[in-house]
């Protein structure tokens, strides 16, 4: 493999089509929460599952998450990257984020396909991103 700008193969930057980024969206299950807290840029993994075109994850309600995403701005993303080959992608949304409160909802959630949580604790509080905003990049070699 060379390097961008020789001869030969080169990767290229490609936007993605917002229906390639929630297909992507559906292959994992950890992605990043970023908000801001107090003033200072916080990022947290966490699992998450895709629902009718929103992201939920869980959290414990008396946590920084719970917290500092309610009512605001926050970001979500998820990626995957191939070092080896030097290629990837990245899917970014934005929008509010709430408590997921609707019954009909939270029974689906609770299903055997749920979003489990790798961290310990009770985290009993579903947190909802409907995304304003989707966009998502692949770097591929071409």
């Known amino acids: ?79 995957t990257i191939d070092g080896a080959n030097q290629t990837g992608w990245s899917v970014l949304l934005s929008g509010e984020g709430n408590h997921e409160s609707d019954p009909a909802v939270l029974a689906n959630l609770w299903g055997p396909d749920r979003a489990t949580p790798w961290a310990d604790g009770t985290r009993v509080l579903w947190i909802s991103l409907t995304p304003s905003a989707v966009s998502g990049r692949r770097i591929a070699w071409v």
């Open 1 to 79: 493999m060379g390097t961008l700008g020789e001869t030969g193969p080169q990767r290229r930057l490609m936007q993605l089509s917002e229906p390639e980024c929630w297909e992507l969206l559906g292959t994992q299950e950890v992605g990043r929460v970023g908000f801001v807290a107090e003033g200072t840029p916080q990022i947290f993994p966490v699992n998450f599952q895709v629902h009718e075109r929103r992201i939920l994850f869980r959290t414990t309600p008396y946590g920084a998450v719970a917290q500092a995403v309610t009512g605001v701005p926050i970001a979500f993303e998820v990626d």
